[in-house]
């Protein structure tokens, strides 16, 4: 079995977040979703896991860091072009998330990002294929 990964995010209005990244496109496992979390299905194997506040504090004993003032993490999706950088991008802003950073053309590697509504800085890359390593 492949590895998954579960990124755990702390929200403040879970119907809210759901209804932002739905805009953009994700879908949600309902499976393990309910009023206190929401499974957002990123990749095959990937999941973001959206928490609304008082239920991930359950998790740990530290405080949870306000991404809207602090960088907690920053969470780097890749895309199959430059086009759907900026497309997700541009859905995004329209869905009242903002763009905390100028895109950036290196040539081979093309990005671009967004803050979600709870501040948490979401990065959007594309490389081009032919710049890559060859897999060992």
């Known amino acids: 079995m492949h590895k998954q990964i579960f990124v755990n995010l702390p929200v403040k209005d879970l119907a809210r977040s759901r209804a932002f990244f739905s805009s ?8 393990f979703s309910n009023e206190d979390a929401a499974c ?6 990937i999941f973001a896991m959206l928490l609304v506040e008082r239920f991930f504090e359950g998790f740990t004993s ?3 860091a306000d991404a809207r003032e602090v960088t907690e993490v920053l969470t780097c999706l890749s895309c199959e ?6 497309a997700l991008v ?7 998330g ?4 100028p895109k950036q053309d290196h040539g081979f590697m093309y990005g671009h ?3 979600d509504l709870d501040g948490h800085v979401w990065e959007l890359s594309w490389m081009d294929p032919a710049a890559l390593p060859p897999h060992a």
């Open 81 to 86: 072009s430059r086009e759907e950088v900026d």
């Open 24 to 31: 953009l496109g994700f879908g949600f496992n309902p499976q």
């Open 113 to 115: 990002g967004f803050e």
């Open 98 to 101: 903002r763009a905390p950073n």
């Open 90 to 96: 541009a859905k995004a802003l329209a869905a009242g």
């Open 40 to 45: 957002m299905i990123i990749g095959e194997n």
């Open 62 to 64: 530290k405080p949870i």
